[in-house]
């Protein structure tokens, strides 16, 4: 009788295995459907942040550009001529023209000191 219930016994534990293993690719499988659900949620969010930052540039472009033709109004209306331009207009032509003789910000430690801060927050 004990023969026979061992026989029963090991018979079962194959099937046992095969459920179980089964079971684990289920919830691999669930586990796998989630990750990808969430990662597409991250996707679409990143896709919104990088649509707004578009537009955020795009509407800075804009308005650097009005800020360069006002320049480029206030010296078309100011009374000094083309050869001999007043101070005032000569900084602002300096100023366009990139020889700004402020002291000007490193724009990679700039950056860089930004990612470190975005890092920190993650």
């Given at each position: 009788?004990?023969?026979?219930?061992n026989l029963k016994k090991q018979?079962?534990?194959?099937?046992?295995?095969?459920r179980d293993n089964l079971e684990a690719i289920d919830r691999i499988r669930?586990?796998?459907?989630?990750?990808?659900?969430?990662?597409?949620?991250?996707?679409q969010h990143m896709a919104l942040v990088t649509e707004s930052v578009q537009q955020n540039y795009k509407a800075l472009l804009a308005h650097n550009?009005?800020?360069?033709?006002?320049?480029l109004c206030i010296i078309d209306e100011c009374d000094?001529?083309?050869?001999?331009?007043?101070?005032?207009?000569?900084?602002?032509?300096?100023?366009?023209?990139?020889n700004n003789p402020e002291p000007q910000i490193n724009a990679a430690r700039k950056y860089q000191a930004i990612l470190t801060q975005i890092r920190n927050l993650g």
């Open positions: 009788m004990q023969k026979v219930r018979q079962k534990l194959p099937e046992s295995r095969l669930t586990d796998a459907v989630n990750d990808i659900e969430s990662l597409t949620e991250t996707f550009q009005l800020l360069k033709d006002t320049l000094c001529c083309q050869k001999t331009r007043c101070d005032r207009c000569q900084r602002i032509l300096q100023i366009l023209a990139g």
